[in-house]
């Protein structure tokens, strides 16, 4: 059911309710009046009644004592007949007053069930247009995914052949530097640079190792919805749904760095810049306050059976953390040796070159 449809269902169920209990409303005062109505009149008739009888004793005061009695016992069959009328005529308007009672009860109760079943397939609606596009998205996510592992594989096979190739080319020069001094710098600047590669390595190491972890804490929390009130089912989706975002943010940026370094030729320092500062954004997003909130506020929302699985990852993932500042550190360390042998190498081949 689309939105202008469940929008006019609803204002068509609150019109029949409304209209429905102003009805009611007027039909119980009008039975009300009546019943109210009744008791005066019975209390005229019987004061009418009174004062009648009165009268006539008075106007025959004189009457024998028989005629009297005969007229006081009409009086009193008199005063019993009215009482009777008006009790029987209340209770059929005290009946008529119940059973419209009821019946607005049930229309009303009609009414709302009917509004419950429209909310219930709302819900249901709504739960199933979720689900289709959250498998649409896996669908979209697994394709995308397979194909950067196979580009990524082609890539570094590409990278392993290409150091291998720059090894030799690099060995070949060096042989026909007759100074040993700058050959041993050019070894150790190509050195310098391959482990500041490797480091960069690691960091997407420990970044894929953390969105391992971000999904499995997803899993985790997700599909509990028999152990939840629906409250805390509503917190539950969408701090897993904040945790695809940081995912998607992650495997940006790693994407990003992997870029950098299939572009890398003969460490170019502003291609080594960029995969320092793609690093540094990684460790960013990691530590960033969107992620700590979602990590903190988990464990208090999950079933108690699974406060320690989740305290695990969570532990898991702290680790990483404090892993991928380690990396970053060691990988700048990494980058300012290999400009300082970089540039002592590139001056001493220049002038060997010269003379």
Not at 29 to 52: D, P, S
Not at 146 to 175: N, P, V
């Amino acid at each position: 059911m689309g939105d202008d449809a469940y929008n006019s269902a609803v204002e068509a169920s609150e019109r029949r309710l409304s209209n429905l209990r102003a009805f009611n409303r007027e039909s119980i005062n009008e039975l009300q009046n009546k019943i109210v109505n009744e008791q005066t009149q019975h209390v005229e008739r019987i004061a009418q009644k009174e004062e009648n009888h009165r009268q006539d004793m008075l106007q025959n005061f004189k009457s024998s004592l028989a005629e009297r009695k005969a007229a006081e016992e009409r009086h009193n069959k008199a005063i019993e007949e009215l009482k009777r009328s008006h009790k029987n005529d209340k209770k059929k308007l005290e009946s008529e007053l119940e059973s419209i009672k009821r019946k607005g009860e049930k229309d009303v109760r009609e009414i709302e069930q009917q509004r419950e079943a429209l909310e219930k397939q709302r819900t249901e609606d709504l739960v199933n247009h979720q689900e289709t596009m959250r498998k649409l998205n896996e669908t979209k996510f697994e394709a995308i995914k397979k194909k950067r592992d196979e580009q990524q594989t082609l890539k570094m096979e590409e990278m392993d052949e290409k150091s291998k190739r720059m090894a030799i080319e690099h060995q070949t020069r060096m042989t026909n530097i007759e100074d040993t001094q700058n050959m041993q710098l050019g070894i150790e600047s190509s050195n310098a640079s391959l482990a500041m590669i490797k480091k960069l390595k690691n960091s997407i190491d420990v970044v894929n190792k953390t969105t391992e972890l971000l999904q499995e804490l997803k899993n985790t929390c997700e599909d509990k919805d028999q152990d939840y009130h629906a409250t805390a089912i509503k917190a539950i989706k969408y701090y897993t749904g904040e945790i695809e975002m940081a995912k998607s943010k992650f495997d940006f940026q790693i994407q990003q760095l992997k870029s950098n370094m299939y572009d890398e030729r003969e460490a170019d320092p502003r291609v080594v810049d960029g995969c320092l500062e793609m690093a540094n954004k990684m460790k960013r997003c990691m530590e960033s306050s969107d992620i700590r909130l979602v990590c903190s506020t988990l464990p208090r929302l999950a079933a108690k059976q699974d406060h320690g699985r989740i305290s695990g990852i969570l532990e898991k993932i702290d680790n990483l953390t404090r892993d991928m500042v380690a990396i970053r550190e060691e990988t700048e360390s990494n980058s300012i040796k290999w400009r300082r042998i970089s540039t002592s190498s590139a001056s001493a081949s220049t002038n060997a070159i010269g003379n």
